[in-house]
């Protein structure tokens, strides 16, 4: 069965428990995806640029997951964050409206 020929709750449940990293997470469009993926049950990391900021705005939204902050412009730090964490999916949503 294709993707597009599941119902939304299908589609959610292939993410829960599954490792997911979402860059640009506090972002307008970032946000939205972390959330659909915290209610389906994923294991998040959530690459934001200010930490504070970030972890009030997943409160407020009720977002769950592992809040890692991390200069995009280092491609060193970013590439180490891969090695540590081993995401299953990614969805770089990082500069979007930029």
């Not at 299908?10 to 997911?20: D, F, I, L, T």
């Not at 294991?43 to 407020?60: A, G, H, I, P, Q």
């Not at 890692?68 to 590439?79: C, S």
């Amino acid at each position: 069965m294709t993707t597009a020929s599941k119902s939304p709750g299908e589609v959610a449940q292939e993410y829960r428990n599954r490792g997911v990293m979402v860059i640009g997470a506090s972002g307008f469009v970032g946000r939205w995806v972390a959330r659909a993926l915290s209610d389906a049950g994923a294991r998040l990391t959530l690459v934001v640029r200010t930490l504070e900021s970030s972890r009030r705005l997943f409160d407020s939204m009720g977002i769950q997951g592992d809040i890692q902050q991390v200069d995009l412009h280092d491609g060193r730090a970013i590439q180490d964050l891969f090695h540590d964490i081993r995401p299953s999916v990614t969805f770089n949503l990082a500069g979007y409206g930029v």
